[in-house]
Structure formats: structure tokens, C-alpha cells
């Protein structure tokens, strides 16, 4: 194995995930992508937020994202010292990750079960279930 993505978002599962792909890219010597998604749909507690921060939705997302992956790269230097490309993109997350994945030629998509939309994934399939179902390279999904 060569590369691994591990996509992100905020939730528990997804630091599970990350730090399953830390030890998975350790022990092959793989190049570890850290992927975020950047999304414009938003609950009202975002609103909320933003408007009490005095920000738009769009950087409340950046930031949230920036954020995510800060939280990525101190988690690798926490578990060994490991670099990592972190990278975030914007879209709809599973076509993006599926997208990541295609150009950086991973060998392995890591994702949490689930992660921080539980209603909509309820409702829409989770973000996990689409990448399954779409994907065309192995995928593992961490409980």
C-alpha cells in the first residue's frame, strides 16, 4: 500500500478513523492524505454561531475545516511524528473524497461510520454508505 485518504469531518468517529489510518500507513510506510470536505449546508446552530462571532457561514465552514485538520496533523505528531498531506475541498463529500481518492491514486479510503450530520445521514444514507456503494478502490469504514 502506498497511500491511504482518510476523510474527516468533526465527530468522534472520524478521529477513530484517523488514528486507524495513522497505524495502518505507519506499518506499511504509506503516504497518508487527510482529507476535508468543505460544505455550505448548514444547521441553525451555525447560524447562530456565526452571527453571534460576527462571521459568514462560509468562513464559519473554513474555519471549522481549518480547524479539522490542525486537529489531524497534531494527532500524527502525537502518534509518532508522522507527516501528512491534509487538504480540503469543496462539494458534495462523498463525490469529493471519491474525486480525492482518483487523483491521488489512494490505495485505501478510511471513514468513520458515521459523522457529524446524524439526522441527514438518517434521512439521505450516510456519507460512508455513498462512498461504499460508489467507490471503486477498497474502503474501510471505522465503527
Do not use: W
Amino acid at each position: 500500500m502506498k497511500r491511504i485518504l482518510v476523510a474527516m469531518d468533526s465527530s468522534d468517529y472520524s478521529q477513530r478513523a484517523l488514528d486507524m489510518a495513522l497505524d495502518l500507513a505507519a506499518q506499511s510506510s504509506a503516504e497518508l492524505h487527510v482529507l476535508h470536505v468543505l460544505q455550505l449546508a448548514f444547521d441553525n446552530s451555525q447560524e447562530i454561531f456565526a452571527r453571534i462571532e460576527n462571521m459568514s457561514i462560509g468562513d464559519l465552514v473554513e474555519r471549522e475545516g481549518a480547524n479539522v485538520l490542525a486537529r489531524a496533523r497534531q494527532r500524527a505528531a502525537e502518534k509518532g511524528g508522522r507527516s501528512i498531506n491534509a487538504v480540503t475541498v469543496k462539494g458534495e463529500p462523498a463525490e469529493a473524497i471519491l474525486d480525492y481518492a482518483r487523483n491521488c491514486s489512494a490505495d485505501l479510503i478510511v471513514l468513520g461510520k458515521r459523522g457529524r450530520g446524524r439526522l441527514a445521514g438518517l434521512l439521505l444514507g450516510s456519507i460512508s454508505q455513498k462512498v461504499a456503494s460508489l467507490g471503486d478502490r477498497p474502503i474501510l469504514i471505522v465503527p
